[in-house]
C-alpha cells in the first residue's frame, strides 16, 4: 500500500511538473511575440522620426577663439590682486 502511495505522488509530481513546464513555455513565447511586435514599433518609429527629423549635423572642430579665451583666463587669475582687495 506505502508503495503504491509513493507511485501516485511521484506520478502527480511528473505531471505537475511537466504542465509547469508547458505554462512556462507558452509565456515564453508570449514574450517572444510581444517583444518581436515592440521591436518592429520601434523600427517603424525610427524611420518615421529620421523622415521628419532630420539628423544633426557634425559638429565642428573648436574655434582658435575658444583656445584664446581660455589663455586669457588662465593669465587673469595669474596676476596678482589689486591692493586693498580681500585676499
Do not use: C, W, Y
Not at 505554462?23 to 515592440?38: G, H, P, S
Amino acid at each position: 500500500m506505502f508503495q503504491v502511495l509513493l507511485i501516485v505522488i511521484g506520478l502527480l509530481a511528473v505531471v505537475a511538473a511537466v504542465a509547469l513546464a508547458v505554462m512556462a513555455l507558452n509565456q515564453i513565447k508570449q514574450l517572444r511575440r510581444e517583444l518581436d511586435e515592440t521591436q518592429r514599433q520601434v523600427n517603424e518609429l525610427t524611420v518615421a522620426a529620421a523622415a521628419v527629423v532630420p539628423a544633426p549635423p557634425i559638429p565642428r572642430g573648436r574655434s582658435a577663439g575658444l583656445d584664446d579665451l581660455r589663455q586669457r583666463l588662465r593669465e587673469s587669475h595669474r596676476e596678482p590682486d589689486e591692493p586693498g582687495s580681500p585676499p
